[in-house]
């Protein structure tokens, strides 16, 4: 009622001065511009009031969408049981917080446990995958002592989101789904700095340490979920141990695949070892070195959504057991 009231009230001096103003009845040339002036004066006010009416929904409306997209893909705690993490993600959608790329880190009983996914396609169409297959991990990581267990609960979560959105998304022709799927990395680091993973065809991680960024070696990829089942036999590949001081990146392949005007490939690799030659490694120097330098790269506006998680193991010390080196391939 009280957003009626002001665009009311400016009618009704309209309509007053119209019908009562001597002015308003005259036909000469003063009293026409009079009226035109007046007339413009109230359709003025009206449009002010109804963008700034505009302006305040917006607002509401995108700090809603914020907490939303906050609550769905939250902002990690700057330590996970003695490990320093940084993360962040840029949506390809102008104006959206989260778009298909997905990440967590949680201390389990069995180990700090990570996750970093790429739904198929970007920006807003992508959060339902997203809110499936980061709800599922959520609960697994800390039910399922295996990580084999982990992801298979991702892949029926994920089947169960699919299944569920088909009847909406049949095509009109053949009544098929449009094939969508999830490529996934789960990562374990254990209490000792041991490293397990399964990939399914995402991205390997990088180990950031000594002054080199190199390409980790995570297994066999697996195949990503949604077209094809995984295998009955899922165990995860052993990757060596990340010491004290070491640090690894998780990315999307938004990262590498972000071209130039020239249609060049963003050189991460280049990136990271220019940021880790500053030691002892930062999470947050590195993330806001590759970050800044894929903006200018991309020209300010990647086209696909880009996400990179960093962890630093700064556990002073580790458990009396022979420390094994991880296992990477260097980058040339």
Not at 61 to 68: D, E, I, S, T, Y
Not at 129 to 157: C, N, P, Q, W, Y
Not at 235 to 259: K, M, Y
Request: proline share 7%; glycine share 10%; charged share 20%.
């Amino acid at each position: 009622m009280l957003s009626l009231a002001l665009p009311t009230l400016w009618g009704a001096v309209a309509i007053t001065y119209k019908l009562a103003c001597p002015l308003a009845q005259q036909g000469g040339l003063g009293a026409r511009i009079l009226t035109s002036a007046v007339f413009f004066a109230v359709g003025t006010g009206l449009v002010l009031h109804v963008r700034r009416a505009l302006l305040r929904e917006l607002r509401i409306v995108r700090q809603v969408a914020g907490a939303a997209q906050s609550v769905l893909l939250r902002p990690l705690p700057q330590r996970v049981d003695g490990l320093r993490v940084a993360a962040a993600q840029l949506s390809a959608d102008r104006g959206a917080v989260v778009g298909g790329d997905l990440y967590e880190v949680i201390a389990t009983e069995y180990g700090v446990r990570v996750v970093m996914g790429d739904v198929r396609g970007h920006g807003i169409a992508a959060i339902g995958t997203v809110a499936a297959v980061l709800g599922s991990f959520r609960e697994a990581a800390h039910d399922e002592a295996e990580l084999g267990s982990v992801l298979r609960k991702l892949e029926r979560a994920l089947a169960r989101h699919l299944g569920e959105r088909a009847p909406a998304e049949a095509l009109d022709a053949g009544s098929q789904v449009v094939e969508e799927f999830v490529t996934v990395l789960l990562l374990e680091i254990g209490g000792d700095g041991e490293l397990r993973a399964l990939n399914c065809g995402h991205p390997a991680p990088y180990l950031l340490s000594g002054g080199r960024a190199d390409v980790l070696t995570v297994g066999e990829p697996l195949p990503p979920l949604g077209p094809f089942p995984l295998p009955a036999e899922l165990s995860a590949a052993h990757c060596g141990q990340l010491l004290p001081g070491e640090a690894l990146l998780l990315h999307t392949d938004g990262v590498e695949d972000a071209r130039d005007a020239h249609g060049r490939f963003f050189p991460l690799p280049a990136v990271l070892a220019e940021a880790v030659r500053t030691q002892p490694v930062s999470p947050q120097a590195v993330l806001g070195a590759v970050f800044s330098r894929l903006l200018r790269h991309a020209g300010g506006s990647p086209t696909d959504d880009v996400a990179v998680l960093v962890l630093r193991n700064d556990r002073h010390q580790l458990p009396r057991r022979q420390q094994e080196p991880p296992v990477v391939h260097q980058v040339t």
